[in-house]
């Protein structure tokens, strides 16, 4: 069975930064494509950023040189380090891990406020 476990979330100040952390088990991880995605309140969950089992990155312009994906493999884990973050970065956050099949996390809170 596949498992996803965030932690990293929190209250931070704008300009802030956050790493978030996915720690996952249960699939051959080196072989997996992984993915954050977000969903803030009244909005639909959208791609954050996703780095293939390669290495290759790929980034939502919102967050495109402020954001970086990352990967140990291993530890089986995907990070996400957030730097000058926004209010409107505000959402949780769901690790997703994609082999044939979408995995998801539950999610962490990330609230960008002063």
């Known amino acids: 069975q596949v498992q996803l476990v965030e932690s990293g979330g929190g209250l931070v100040q704008p300009g802030g930064s956050l790493r978030l952390s996915c720690v996952v088990s249960?699939?051959?991880?080196?072989?997996?494509?992984m993915g954050w995605y977000r969903q803030a309140p009244g909005k639909e969950r959208e791609l954050v950023a996703a780095?293939?089992?390669?290495?290759?990155?790929n980034y939502a312009d919102s967050v495109r040189g402020r954001f970086t994906i990352s990967r140990d493999n291993a530890k089986k884990t995907v990070y996400l380090q957030m730097n000058s973050l926004k209010p409107e970065d505000t959402a949780v956050y769901y690790c997703?891990?994609?082999?044939?099949?979408?995995?998801w996390g539950q999610g962490t809170q990330v609230t960008v406020s002063s």
């Open positions: 249960g699939t051959i991880f080196s072989l997996t494509a």
């Open positions: 780095i293939t089992s390669g290495g290759s990155t």
């Open positions: 997703n891990a994609y082999r044939g099949i979408n995995y």
